[in-house]
C-alpha cells in the first residue's frame, strides 16, 4: 500500500511564505512525476506544479516567480515553497506522485492566506 502525507500547511499573512512536503511510503520501486494541485473553496482542483524524476519542472502561471517545487528521490519526498503567498492563494494543496505505472493523491494541506 503506498501512502503520501503532506505536512506544513497553515494560516499566513499576505507576503508570508510557507514550505509544503509530501512524503511517499508503502510498497515503491520507483517514483516518476510528482507534483502539487490545490482546490479552492468552490472551485475545481488545479495544477500547481509538476516536477520529474530528473529535477524538470513545470508551473502554474499563477505561480510562476513565487512557489517553487522540488524533489529528494533518497527521502521520496517533494516539496513546494510558497513565497509572496496572496489571498487567492488559499486552498487546499494535495500531492500527486506516479509510483510504479499507478497515480496515488495524498489527503491535502489547509493553506490560508490572510490579507
Known amino acids: 500500500q503506498v501512502q503520501l502525507v503532506e505536512s506544513g500547511g497553515g494560516l499566513v499573512q499576505a507576503g508570508g511564505s510557507l514550505r509544503l512536503s509530501c512524503a511517499v511510503s508503502?510498497?515503491?520501486?520507483?517514483?516518476?512525476?510528482m507534483g502539487w494541485y490545490r482546490q479552492a473553496p468552490g472551485k475545481q482542483r488545479e495544477l500547481v506544479a509538476t516536477i520529474t524524476r530528473r529535477g524538470s519542472t513545470d508551473y502554474a502561471d499563477s505561480v510562476k516567480g513565487r512557489f517553487t517545487i522540488s524533489r529528494d528521490n533518497a527521502k521520496n519526498t517533494v516539496y513546494l515553497q510558497l513565497n509572496s503567498l496572496q489571498p487567492e492563494d488559499t486552498a487546499v494543496y494535495y500531492c500527486k506522485a506516479g509510483v510504479d505505472s499507478r497515480w496515488y493523491w495524498g489527503r491535502g494541506a489547509q493553506v490560508t492566506v490572510s490579507s
Open positions: 508503502g510498497s515503491i520501486f520507483s517514483i516518476n512525476d
